[in-house]
Every structure is written in structure tokens, then in C-alpha cells.
């Protein structure tokens, strides 16, 4: 199993950059004081298809060998990676077949479809995504692109911290999202081959946390149909992103259902911007660990902004 | 009556700007293809409380005497402009007394507060502001800083268009929403100050068209309780405002409020940014009235981002 490196990680940011926004960096007086510290949010919510998994997308797809390329790519997501595929595809003349949850919300299957991608709707669990899959490669001959499980995924997820860290100087910690691990993988990769002395914190829910339990535990604890606001939360760490994680990632802390919702509220009402339930972990981390945090310099990755303004927890 | 000059709003500028923030201009190629034409949004959403009343309330505050001072300053307003100095007064070391109706939303009056001012409340009507602001100035000898039919607060929302100006060059068209006028006055002035080739659109709710009805009838129609979702919008002209406008503005365009409502919801989703109700009257403008637009350089003003999201109109 080929680990991805920095380099690796750079490689993929000079092949995207042509394609993929150079998001902004935002901060808050008002949090900062709020906080007690100073907060530098890397706003993926205003990467294209609004999520930072374009990014991994766009790798992936520009790393395919031109046969790849005529048979097309697949892949199974609750949402982001989907759109986010089908976009990157879009773009490259390349077919893509996504498998999705029925419950997935209208505003990613919109999404989707606005890409000219084939759905296809499967039951809203890990085995049936997988076996829906599997029949689409056997059929079609396309190439599976995983939301996270996949070497060219997690190092083009990689590149959102390589900007942030070229535009901050002096991050002392940096904190991103764990669902499925591709984030935090690739952001981990990043940080620990540039600047080994950044603390780099995973954050998840409570209620979903089976890369907390995997990462103290030492073997993968699946997840297990978690109840929780994050719908981009809800996936296992793979065989992959755990062993670059176990690596690279010096803890993982878990966050109250409340707490993410409240912070959620905070950015929207403070900052202005739209970010979804799973990008409001990393505040809500800082929020209830408070000591750990005062008067650094704490880098957030802003996973995404995908939400349906029908279902606000709020 | 002594109307702003471009020098005016350029020395407001000066005084304003280590006060304020320079927001940035925002653009979305969704939006571009989907109205056909490149449209530059100047977010004042992300200004300091929320909105572009920011910069008018400090450049009043700024001009103040030192016994004006030592009195400080009272408003009528439904909400931005309270907050706004609010703010800028407690930066300054100034008293801030605020008559605010009844029915304004929650997060403004809580925004009011947390700037430590004082709220003194009234009748939503324009008779009960007025009467009860009068009471106060006779008590404390405060200083009346209107929230539109001020020179200095003029001024300051000039200031606005004169950073999009210089930041976005080739504009040929500029849209702002008209409540008070306040925000268009200054807008106006500044761009037939710099550049008269630009037109100057003034955006109006259907529901709410007394300044429509205003500039074309040519004498003052007072706002008589209006039905829009737009909170923001529904003053009326004052003699400053209108003798501005009549002078420098090309056209007052209304939009229906599903538009504006279709607008709103747009810019969240397409841009991920949160703005109030107020502001997509300029996109709906344009949603309603394509052939003016089409492949033109249209410049937006964004007033504003502060909504009660547990009231949202879609």
C-alpha cells in the first residue's frame, strides 16, 4: 500500500490549478475574540460544486490513462464527492455513473444531475453502495473513482491545506473534518511534510466517532448508521486513509450534536457564509476545548457549503 | 441644501478606512452563464455589523465636534443602521441612543445591545421613530444621526462604490436598492463623480415603489406600510435623497417578490454567501429584465447579510 508524500501532494496542486479556485482565507474579529484565539478558515464552501472534493476529484480524473478516460469513472458518495466527480468528469469529456443514497439530499442529486452524470439510487448503506458499484464496473468497464479510498483522491484533497499553510504563516494547529479520512489525509500528508511542528487535530462528531474509536483503539471500527447533522460525516476510515492518519494525525476529538449546530449558526450569523453541518466540527472542537486553543494560531479547514435550506437544524 | 460632491465621499473614504472593512467583490460563473452577462457583487454583507450602514454611521460619528461628542448621538432605524452606530459610536467612546420599533428582528435588536447602546422602543410607524428620536435629542442634547437624510451619512455609503469602481474596471452598469436612499444617493454620486458613462440603477421591491413612483412622478410618495420581505427597504425618500437621486440616477427598476425571494435563495446556494432580502432586489432586477444586461459589466451593491434564519422566506 503506497502512501502518498508531500511531493505527491504538490504534484497533484501544479496538475489542478488550472481548474479548481484558489479559495479565499477568512477570519473573524468577532470569533477570534469569541475564541480567544486566532481562527484562519480556509473556505472550500467556495470551491466549485461548494466542497473541497472537487479537488480530489479533478486528480483523479486527470490521472486517468486515455483508454480510462473512453470508459468513464463511477463512484458511490452521499453527496459532495458525487457532484464533485461528475463536474471534474464533466469537464474532461469523460461519462460518469454515480451511485447514491435514496436519502440523499435534493440539493446534491440536483446537483449531479446538472452535470449530465447517470444515477443511480441504492439503499443508504455501505454494502449496498458497494455492491451497486461493483455491478456498474462490471457492466460499463469504468474506473472507480472512491469518495476517499484512492491514492489520487486524497493527494488533490491534500492541496487545500498547501494553500492555506503558503498564505498563513505561523499556524501552530490545523483542524479538519474526518469522515471517511480523505481530507484529513491528505491534509495530515501535507502539514507533516512541510511543517512537522503544525498540531494537526481530526475533528468528528460524537455521535459518529469511529475514526475517534479506530485511531485509539489501533484497528478500524466500522461505522455503525450514525445519528448525526453531519451528512458528509458518515463513512468508515478505509484500510488507507487509517494507516496515513495513524501516521500523520496527532488526535482526534469528538464534538456534541449542540455544539456543531451552534457553531454552525455562529459562522452563518458572524461570517456570512454558507457551511454545512460537517464543516462546523473544527469550530466546535475549538469551542469545547477552549484551553487548548487560547491565544494560537488554529488553521480550519472549511470542508463545504451544500446544505437544504428546508432542513436547517436550526 | 448642499448635496455631496465625489470630493466629499473621497475625503469620507480618507476618514473611514481604518475603521472599516474593504469587502471584496465576489463573482460566480454560474451566475454569469445563467444571466448572461458578468456581474461583480460588492459584498457588504461581510462589512463590519453586517452591512454597508457601517460606513456611513462612522464617517458621521467621525465628523462629529468634541462636544457633540461629549452628547452623543441618537437614530431611527429598523435595524442596520442602529447596529452600525451602535458600533461606531462605542468605538469611539460615544453614547449611542437607538428608537427601534417593536417588530424588528431579533438579531438586530440583540446586535444593538451587544454594542452597548440604548434601545428605546416604538410603534413601527415613521410618526412614533420620529416623535420619540425628537424626545430624546430634547433630553439629552444627543445629536440626530439620520439613517439616510444626513450628508456625512451620504458620504459614507458613497464610499462603497467608489472601492468597486477602483477594483473592477470597465463597469457600464451599477445597481444598488433603494429604501431611504441613503445608499444610492451616495452610490450615484460617486460614480457620475468618476465615471458618468456608468448607469446608475436604483432597485426597488414592487410592493415597496415609492421611490420608483417618486422619481418619475417627480415630487415625494411617501411609503405608505409596505408588504415585502425586504425589511430593509421600506422608507421613504427624503428631500436630500430624492433632489440626489432626480440628479443622478438613470432608472429605478422594481422587482416582483418571488424574484427577489428566487434571488435570495440563488446567491445562498450558487454563492455561499449569506445576504438579507434587501440585497437580491439588485439580482432580481437584472432576473426581470435580461435585455438590458446581456453581455454587459454590471456591478451590484450586496447591502447587506443580517437575516433571522428562523424566519426565512423560502
Known sequence: MR???????????KRIKPFIHRTPVMSSHLLNDMFGCELFFKCENFQKVGAFKFRGATNAVLSLTDDQKKLGVVTHSSGNHAA??????????????????????VVK????????????FCKPTLQAREETTRMIMDQTGATLVHPYDNFNVICGQGTAALELTDEVKDLQI?????????LMS????????????IQVIGAEPFNANDAYRSFYSGSIVPSDNPKTVCDGL??????????????????????????IIE???LIWERMKIIVEPSSATVLAIVRENPGLFRNKRVGLIISGGNVDFRKLPF
Open 3 to 13: 502512501l502518498p508524500s508531500i511531493d505527491d501532494i504538490i504534484a497533484a496542486h
Open 263 to 265: 457553531c454552525m449558526l
Open 234 to 259: 458518515l463513512t468508515s476510515l478505509s484500510n488507507l486513509t487509517f494507516a496515513i492518519i495513524r501516521g500523520n494525525v496527532d488526535s482526534i476529538l469528538t464534538a456534541r450534536e449542540e455544539t
Open 186 to 197: 491528505g491534509t495530515s500528508t501535507t502539514i507533516k511534510g512541510l511543517k512537522k511542528d
Open 174 to 182: 490545523i483542524i479538519a473534518p474526518i469522515g471517511g479520512g480523505g
Open 84 to 105: 464533485a466527480l461528475a463536474k471534474a468528469a464533466k469537464m474532461n469529456g469523460v461519462n460518469a455513473n454515480i451511485v447514491m443514497p435514496e436519502t440523499a439530499p
Open 109 to 120: 442529486k440536483n446537483a449531479v444531475q446538472g452535470f449530465g452524470a447517470k444515477i443511480t
